[in-house]
């Protein structure tokens, strides 16, 4: 696939089959994740890989019940999305197989940043490889929690930046239009 086409082709993927991610092709994904670019060359990731629909199920449930203990109804811009967090039948993880979550290792320059390049860079080496993956914001907080970092064996002073869920579609969902961007040229 060319890279142009990833880009172009590459989807959020909310629906998943049963077939489990093999855990040599996450090795692969990870290892185009970390040919981002990053400030200093700080290479500040961290990647914690987290596998089992059982798992994610319990981890959803945990999830959802702690973002709609601490979201701030008036000002968080999630609170649309209240309705569907409460639902039991919800999965935040949308019956993926897997989970990657990108940690940055603290005191590095532009450590979130660097991850999300990182992060961007295994979105695309996933769809090349026929594979979906989505960004959860709504874990990021959770999985950022002590007793969580402590259950995943992270270091408590490593921060969540980016959730991503992995496997093989059930669908492609069709392109989002996309909004004309802003574009300032200075002389």
Not at 41 to 66: C, M, N
Not at 85 to 114: C, K, S
Request: charged share 20%; net charge negative; proline share 7%.
């Amino acid at each position: 696939m060319e890279l142009i086409d990833a880009i172009y082709g590459r989807r959020a993927v909310r629906d998943y089959t049963d077939q489990a991610v093999d855990r040599s092709v996450i090795d692969a994904l990870i290892d185009a994740a970390v040919q981002a670019p990053t400030a200093l060359d700080e290479q500040p990731w961290v990647f914690a890989v987290i596998q089992g629909k059982g798992l994610l199920q319990d981890y959803s449930d945990r999830a959802k019940t702690h973002f709609l203990a601490t979201f701030n109804p008036g000002s968080d811009p999630h609170s649309m999305r209240r309705d569907l967090l409460m639902n039991p039948g919800f999965n935040l993880f949308y019956n993926a197989g897997t989970l990657l979550v990108v940690y940055a290792r603290p005191n590095r320059h532009f450590a979130p940043v660097d991850c999300c390049l990182a992060a961007q860079n295994l979105m695309l080496a996933a769809h090349a490889r026929g594979l979906g993956t989505c960004p959860v914001g709504f874990a990021q907080s959770w999985l950022d929690l002590p007793e969580i970092k402590t259950e995943l064996r992270v270091s408590q002073d490593y921060s969540a930046v980016i959730p991503l869920i992995l496997g093989y579609p059930a669908r492609m969902p069709g392109a989002v239009p996309r909004k004309m961007p802003e574009v300032i040229f200075s002389a």
